[in-house]
C-alpha cells in the first residue's frame, strides 16, 4: 500500500515509518512533493514539536494538496501535533491556521495543576462515535495504555473518540470520515498503538468534507 | 490515569551491555538489541541506552548498536552518551532513537540544550543529571553537586539548581542518577529526587540504586518521581518489568498493566 509519510522537519519521522513497514506497508517521506500526495492511497502526518513549524505545510503547497486528498476520500491520520494541525490553529502559535476540519482550537494545559508536558502512559476511554464504534480504535478495550507527550492538546467534542484525563480530559483521538488524529503516538505504543496503526491501514471508504 | 513509568536501562560499552558498581568494575550482561526487546516484551515502559564509555571512535558502533535495537522497538527509546552536538543528535534520531540525554556537554555548553529542542521539539531532550550527596554542605542534599564524565569528575554546579536552567532551556524531562545509591541495590536516593521532583515542572526520571519493589514504590510516593530507571534488578532474571508492576499495582501505584 502507497502510504505517503509528510516530513516538515518538525522532529524525525523514522519511528512512524518503522511501525508501517512493520505492519506490511511501504511508506514513502515527502517534505514537499505533491504528487506523492495526490498518489497516497494513506497519509500520515506525524509531528512533534513547535504548531509554528507546520507553516512548512502551506508554504510547500502540502496543505492544499492534503486537502484535496482529503476530499477525495484519502485516509488522513494526523499524530500529536498532526492531530492538533486538523483544528483551526492552537494557542502554541496563534498567527499559524491549521487545516481546519474541525473548527476548534487546540489549548495548553493549565499551569499549576500537574507537570508540563504530559509525558507517559495514558489510558483511553473509549467513546461510541453517532451511535456507531470508532473504526481506528476497532479492538482496543477502554482503558488501554498508550503513551503521550505533548503540552498543548485538542478539546473533546462530537467528533472526539477517545478522551484521555490529565490535569483535565482532553481529545485522544478524533475521527470524522476518512479524517482522523492521535494525540499519543501509536507507533511508541507498544501493541495497542500497531493495532489502531493497522486498523488505519485496512479503513475503507467514506468520505468527508473539509 | 497517567502512570508510572518503568524504564529499563541498558548501560551499553562497545556495542555490549554491562553493569557495574557505581560506575565501576563492568561486567557483561548481553547484546543489547535482544536485551531491550526482552525488556519491551516483558512490561518495561521505556527503553534508555547509555553508551557509558562514550569515545570518537565508537560512534559508528554506537549508532550501529542504536539502530539495531530501534528496529523492532515499539516503545520509546532513549539514548545517551557522548552526544556533544546538534549534528550528534540527528544521527541518534535517524538510528531510530525518540529521544536523546545529554549531560557533560550540556554543561559545557547549555545552549545545546535549546538548539536539539528547536530541531526536534522539547520533548526529545532529556537532561541526565548525574549526582552525589555534598557531605560538607549545611545541606547535603538540597547543595548535593553534579559530577560529570560518567561520575568521574565533579563540578561546581548544585544539582537543584541545575535541573531549574534546563527546564528554563526547554529540556523536556531530568534524568537524575544518585552516584551514591548506583549500583548497590540499596535503594533510590528519595530525598534527593523529591527535592528535584518538587524544583521543576517536567517529569523526573529517578535512578541508581534500585534492587526490590519497595524501593520503587518509595521512590514514587516520597520521592514524588514520575518514573525509575533500573538495570542490574532485570539483567540477570531477578525480576521482569512485569513482575515489578504487577506487585507495585498491589502496593497501590498506578502502573500500565495489562503490559
Given at each position: 500500500m502507497r502510504v505517503t509519510v509528510i516530513d516538515?522537519?518538525?522532529?524525525?519521522?523514522t519511528s512512524v515509518l518503522k511501525a508501517l513497514r512493520h505492519l506490511g506497508a511501504e511508506p514513502q517521506v515527502t517534505d514537499g512533493d505533491l504528487a506523492l500526495v495526490e498518489s497516497a492511497e494513506r497519509i500520515v502526518l506525524p509531528g512533534v514539536g513547535h504548531f509554528a513549524a507546520t507553516k512548512r505545510l502551506d508554504t510547500t503547497g502540502l496543505t492544499s494538496a492534503i486537502r484535496a486528498a482529503i476530499v477525495r476520500g484519502v485516509p488522513f491520520l494526523g499524530i500529536c501535533v498532526g492531530m492538533q494541525?486538523?483544528?483551526?490553529?492552537?494557542t502554541e502559535a496563534p498567527q499559524q491556521a491549521g487545516l481546519g476540519c474541525f473548527a476548534e482550537s487546540c489549548t495548553r494545559f493549565p499551569e499549576g495543576h500537574g507537570k508540563v508536558p504530559h509525558v507517559g502512559w495514558n489510558s483511553l476511554e473509549v467513546r461510541l462515535k453517532g451511535g456507531g464504534a470508532s473504526r481506528l480504535l476497532a479492538g482496543v478495550y477502554p482503558g488501554e495504555y498508550v503513551y503521550f507527550t505533548h503540552s498543548y492538546k485538542a478539546p473533546i467534542t462530537a467528533n472526539t473518540a477517545a478522551v484521555t484525563d490529565y490535569i483535565e480530559p482532553f481529545a485522544a483521538t478524533v475521527e470524522r470520515a476518512n479524517v482522523m488524529g492521535v494525540q499519543f503516538h501509536p507507533e511508541k505504543s507498544g501493541a495497542t498503538g500497531l493495532k489502531i496503526l493497522r486498523n488505519f491501514l485496512e479503513w475503507r471508504e467514506e468520505k468527508t468534507e473539509c | 490515569m497517567l502512570t508510572k513509568r518503568i524504564i529499563a536501562c541498558l548501560d551499553v560499552h562497545a556495542g555490549r551491555v554491562v553493569k557495574g558498581v557505581r560506575f565501576a568494575d563492568l561486567v557483561d550482561a548481553g547484546d543489547p538489541a535482544a536485551q531491550a526487546t526482552r525488556h519491551a516484551r516483558e512490561g518495561a515502559d521505556e527503553i534508555v541506552l547509555l553508551d557509558?564509555?562514550?569515545?570518537h571512535e565508537g560512534r559508528q558502533t554506537l549508532l550501529d548498536t542504536v539502530r539495531r535495537t530501534a528496529r523492532e522497538l515499539f516503545v520509546p527509546f532513549c539514548v545517551g552518551g557522548g552526544i556533544r552536538t546538534v549534528r550528534d543528535t540527528e544521527q541518534v534520531f535517524e538510528a531510530g532513537a525518540d529521544k536523546v540525554s545529554i549531560n557533560s556537554a550540556a554543561l559545557a555548553d547549555p545552549s545545546l540544550i535549546e538548539a536539539i529542542g528547536r530541531s526536534?521539539?522539547?520533548?526529545?531532550v532529556v537532561v541526565a543529571i548525574d549526582a552525589r550527596r555534598d557531605p560538607e554542605a549545611v545541606d547535603p542534599v538540597r547543595e548535593a553537586r553534579v559530577y560529570v564524565h560518567g561520575g568521574r569528575k565533579p563540578t561546581s554546579r548544585r544539582v537543584v539548581e541545575w535541573a531549574r536552567e534546563a527546564e528554563k532551556r526547554g529540556a523536556g524531562e531530568i534524568l537524575l542518577t544518585s552516584m551514591d545509591a548506583d549500583g548497590t541495590r540499596v535503594g533510590f536516593d528519595c530525598e534527593l529526587t523529591a527535592a528535584v521532583s518538587e524544583a521543576v515542572g517536567i517529569p523526573v526520571i529517578a535512578s541508581g540504586g534500585a534492587g526490590t519493589v519497595a524501593h520503587f514504590a518509595e521512590v514514587f510516593a516520597r520521592?514524588?518521581?514520575d518514573a525509575a530507571l533500573a538495570a542490574s534488578i532485570f539483567h540477570f532474571g531477578v525480576s521482569s518489568a512485569r513482575a515489578l508492576k504487577q506487585e507495585l499495582a498491589e502496593a497501590g501505584v498506578p502502573v500500565r498493566l495489562p503490559c
Open positions: 516538515y522537519k518538525a522532529g524525525n519521522p494541525w486538523l483544528y483551526s490553529g492552537s | 557509558i564509555t562514550a569515545t526536534f521539539g522539547a520533548q526529545a520521592g514524588k518521581a
